[in-house]
T-cell receptor, first 116, second 112 residues
Framework: ETGVTQSPTHLIKTRGQQVTLRCSSQ?????VSWYQQALGQGPQFIFQ???????GRGNFPPRFSGLQFPNYSSELNVNALELDDSALYLC???????????????FGNGTRLTVT | QKEVEQDPGPLSVPEGAIVSLNCTYS??????FMWYRQYSRKGPELLMY????GNKEDGRFTAQVDKSSKYISLFIRDSQPSDSATYLC????????????FGQGTTLQVKP
C-alpha cells in the first residue's frame, strides 16, 4: 500500500510569487485535504476535495486554490505569496463516502515553504 | 477561546514512565477524536481514532474520551525514547467536509 507522497519537500519563494505544491493520495483513497502548519502550531484546515470538487474550505483567502485530478492526486496553488505563508503544507487523504465523512486522515510528510 | 486547547509542554519523563496527554474542547458537535504523533520534519501519523465516549486501547496506548466534560486523553505506558515527538489531538464533527480541528500539540521527551 502506497502512502501519501508530497513534492517538493522544500521550497523557497519570494514575496509576490506563485507556488504549486503536489500530492499523491494513498492507494484507494478518494478524498484529499490540505492543511497549513505554522511552526509550533497544530495544522489548520485549508480545503478538501472529493471527486474533483471542493468539498469544504477553512478560513483562507481565495489566493489559496486547489485541484483534484481523476487519479485522486491533487495540487495546492498559492498566489501572491506573503511572508506569513511560510509554513509546512500537509496533504492528507482518506476514503470519503457520499460526502458523509468520518474516515481518519492519513498525512504526507509535507512541503516546507519559506517565503522571503 | 480556541475550539481545542492543548498544553504545548514540553513534557519530559524518564524511560518507563506513564505519560498522560490531554485536550479540552468547547464545541459539543465534535463526534470523533484522533491522536496523531509527529516526529521532527515529518507529517502527523495517526495513533488512535475513537468515535464515542469511553476507552480504546492499542498496545501501549490508551485513548479516553469524556464527551460530558469535553475532555480527551492519551495515555502511553512504559514510555520509550522513541516516543519522543509532538502529540496532536484532533477532532471532527463529521458532516460533509471532513474538517479536523487540531490542538497546538504537546512536545514529549522520554529520557533514557
Amino acid at each position: 500500500e502506497t502512502g501519501v507522497t508530497q513534492s517538493p519537500t522544500h521550497l523557497i519563494k519570494t514575496r509576490g510569487q506563485q507556488v504549486t505544491l503536489r500530492c499523491s493520495s494513498q492507494s484507494g483513497h478518494n478524498t484529499v485535504s490540505w492543511y497549513q502548519q505554522a511552526l509550533g502550531q497544530g495544522p489548520q484546515f485549508i480545503f478538501q476535495y472529493y471527486r474533483e470538487e471542493e468539498n469544504g474550505r477553512g478560513n483562507f483567502p481565495p489566493r489559496f486554490s486547489g485541484l483534484q485530478f481523476p487519479n485522486y492526486s491533487s495540487e495546492l496553488n498559492v498566489n501572491a505569496l506573503e511572508l506569513d505563508d511560510s509554513a509546512l503544507y500537509l496533504c492528507a487523504s482518506s476514503h470519503g463516502q457520499e460526502r458523509s465523512y468520518n474516515s481518519p486522515l492519513h498525512f504526507g510528510n509535507g512541503t516546507r515553504l519559506t517565503v522571503t | 477561546q480556541k475550539e481545542v486547547e492543548q498544553d504545548p509542554g514540553p513534557l519530559s519523563v524518564p524511560e518507563g514512565a506513564i505519560v498522560s496527554l490531554n485536550c479540552t474542547y468547547s464545541n459539543s458537535a465534535f463526534q470523533y477524536f484522533m491522536w496523531y504523533r509527529q516526529y521532527s520534519r515529518k507529517g502527523p501519523e495517526l495513533l488512535m481514532y475513537t468515535y464515542s465516549s469511553g476507552n480504546k486501547e492499542d498496545g501501549r496506548f490508551t485513548a479516553q474520551v469524556d464527551k460530558s466534560s469535553k475532555y480527551i486523553s492519551l495515555f502511553i505506558r512504559d514510555s520509550q525514547p522513541s516516543d519522543s515527538a509532538t502529540y496532536l489531538c484532533a477532532m471532527g464533527s463529521g458532516g460533509n467536509t471532513g474538517k479536523l480541528i487540531f490542538g497546538q500539540g504537546t512536545t514529549l521527551q522520554v529520557k533514557p
